[in-house]
């Protein structure tokens, strides 16, 4: 998994989704074990598709209960709109370093407690 | 002293950039001449003493590109005070300035770091003769160590106006005179501090060497708690535009007119927002006189020989009131009598929200879950016991791991916190040093990581087994296609 994706949480959650949806948890739970067995090992790309990595080793019949490590790992490999990789570029490094000239109120905090709190103020959860 | 004075290019209107701002780049180019970059916001801190800071080509490369000129707009070395500027960062602005190849360079005459810690937050100088001397050393430092002009921007100052220091206009003049630099005449900034009490904007101009004003920032704000904010939050106000307009013709050397958005609100206001106030920029351009220096009717109410008691040195200024803008309990008889100013309450509120906003960028998964397993009133008090024990860090990586360390010290027993923490920490690792890390979970994370993406808790914790998430450093400087663009419009409070 790129850094990249996982420091951007609505990257991170589509890949997530994909891959969670990939072992098992898509609405139909008939067969899950069964595609977990033939892929254990994933990559997630560039597109946020879910894909067996390439050395992973594909046996059958294996038990079905995963003891061995299961790694995903999400490939960084840039093929895509330049504009669009442009903005990843500038907007991670944008908030890793200082904070810009600003001498008021940042409501990233307050978003995001808005967002953990319903219309009742209560908590999600 | 025309003469003296150097000769730059008109280059026109423009914005601060920030990568959610691109999308309107693109659509109207013709609307931006400039764009003013702030190079501290995308270095990275390496924590390596003998390279401290690192600056991506790419991001600079990517800049480049965009519509307009380029001009550096520095944050991380202010002249206002008594700490000098580090060498690491003057290296790198030399850099970004030649790759700009910017005409001039700008700084706030403000302080942000006093000799024992970070205050967090852009503090007002001390405004004495004392206060002066301090800038005109600083920017004379700051000067001989960059290769094109300086100038430096008027700011913004929360406290009540002081009987023992010069009016912001005198101060600022007699500054910029002694230290012979431009002026950054932040306007916004002129207004909030007469909208909060100090003195008028019309005061501050006549007070001003008209002639030495390089560039104007114009920006919007909002009230809070009896405060007008100098939030870069939207619009220009009209009155603030008013007076705009009867400033712009009155500076004969003005060059640059640029509209200040911070990121968080990008959203918010919207693309057609931006363009509507790019706009009015242009129409305030076309006022310039481009009058010559000696033409202009320039006044100086104030004389720097006037009396003034001070009672506190700058350094002890600085001290003072960055520790009760961290939140340290007041030590001395300067701090004490500070304590009773309104504003100091004021801007250790907003430097408080600044801290916790990088840190729930930073640490998104590990807040959620603390805020979902202890509440949201008990994740605030963790906060201010963080900062009332650690003082602010200039970089946000490093803010979020001197929550981490916190959290650790803290040993909560909340269930998977431990494994959150530790992704998060690896991911920001590799963000900063490319390297690839493993963080191996003894449960199946996923279910658990997409519940805390939603906001929610999940009740049943993965499935039991061995499980390992590969973080891998390719994905900061040459960062994958992901369409983040319009997923962050979508989901804006990503």
């Known amino acids: ?125 | 002293m025309a003469e003296s004075y150097p000769s730059l290019p008109e280059l026109g209107v423009g914005i601060t950039h920030s990568a959610l701002i691109e999308p309107a780049l693109e659509q109207w180019p013709d609307l931006f001449d400039v764009i003013e970059f702030e190079p501290q916001t995308s270095w990275i801190e390496t924590r390596d003493g003998a390279e401290p800071y690192r600056a991506s080509d790419l991001v600079l490369d990517h800049i480049i590109k965009l519509p307009g000129q380029k001009l550096v707009h520095s944050i991380g070395v202010p002249v206002g005070g008594t700490v000098r500027p580090q060498p690491a960062q003057l290296a790198l602005l030399r850099r970004t300035i030649a790759k700009f190849d910017a005409p001039w360079v700008s700084e706030h005459l403000n302080f942000n770091r006093t000799q024992e810690f970070s205050t967090g937050f852009f503090l007002p100088p001390r405004q004495t003769l004392q206060g002066v001397e301090t800038a005109t050393t600083s920017i004379r430092d700051l000067q001989a160590a960059l290769p094109v002009p300086i100038a430096v921007e008027t700011g913004v100052n929360y406290l009540r106006p002081r009987p023992d220091e010069m009016p912001d206009g005198a101060f600022v003049a007699t500054v910029t005179e002694r230290a012979n630099c431009g002026i950054l005449l932040d306007l916004h900034n002129l207004f909030t501090n007469s909208v909060n009490g100090r003195q008028s904007v019309e005061e501050f101009i006549t007070q001003l060497p008209l002639e030495r004003v390089w560039e104007i920032h114009l920006a919007g704000g909002f009230e809070m708690e009896g405060f007008w904010l100098d939030a870069h939050s939207g619009a220009i106000p009209d009155t603030l535009l008013s007076i705009a307009r009867e400033i712009v013709p009155t500076l004969p050397n003005l060059k640059a007119i640029v509209f200040e958005l911070f990121p968080s609100f990008v959203p918010g206001f919207g693309f057609d927002g931006i363009r509507t106030e790019m706009e009015k920029l242009h129409d305030l351009w076309e006022l310039r006189s481009g009058a010559p220096p000696d033409k202009v009717r320039i006044h100086r109410a104030w004389e720097s020989g006037a009396k003034i008691e001070e009672c506190a040195s700058p350094a002890i200024w600085e001290r003072a009131l960055g520790s009760l803008v961290i939140g340290r309990k007041p030590d001395d008889e300067v701090a004490r009598e500070l304590a009773t100013d309104p504003g100091v309450a004021v801007i250790n509120h907003l430097a408080c929200e600044f801290r916790a906003s990088m840190i729930v960028s930073m640490l998104r998964l590990t807040s959620r879950l603390l805020m979902l397993a202890l509440g949201p009133d008990t994740f605030r008090a963790m906060l201010e016991e963080f900062w009332s024990k650690t003082p602010p860090q200039l970089f946000a990586s490093s803010e979020a791991e001197a929550f981490a360390a916190y959290l650790d010290a803290l040993d909560l027993k909340v269930p998977q916190l431990t494994k959150i923490l530790e992704f998060e920490r690896a991911v920001m690792a590799t963000l900063m040093d490319d390297s690839p890390r493993v963080v191996a979970f003894d449960f199946d994370p996923l279910p658990l990581f997409r519940g805390l993406a939603e906001g929610r808790l999940k009740e049943k914790a993965g499935r039991l087994g061995r499980f390992e998430i590969e973080v891998t450093g390719d994905g900061l400087l040459n960062a994958p296609n992901l369409g983040l663009g319009p997923l962050q419009q979508a989901v804006p409070h990503h």
């Open chain 1, 1 to 125: 998994m790129p850094a990249a994706v996982a420091f951007d949480l609505a990257a991170f959650q589509k890949g997530i989704a994909n891959l969670v949806d990939r072992l098992g948890c898509a609405p139909c739970f008939s067969g899950a074990d069964c595609r977990f067995i033939h892929e254990r090992d994933f990559v997630i790309n560039e597109k946020l598709e879910i894909r067996s990595f390439p050395g992973a080793s594909v046996q059958l019949p294996q038990d079905p209960v995963p003891l061995r490590p299961v790694t995903a790992t999400l490939s960084g490999k840039v093929g895509f709109d330049l504009k669009q990789i442009q903005s990843v570029v500038a907007n991670i490094a944008g908030r890793l370093g200082c904070e810009g000239c600003c001498s008021g109120f940042d409501i990233h905090f307050r978003q995001e407690l808005n967002f953990m709190i319903n219309e009742a103020g209560q908590i999600r959860g």
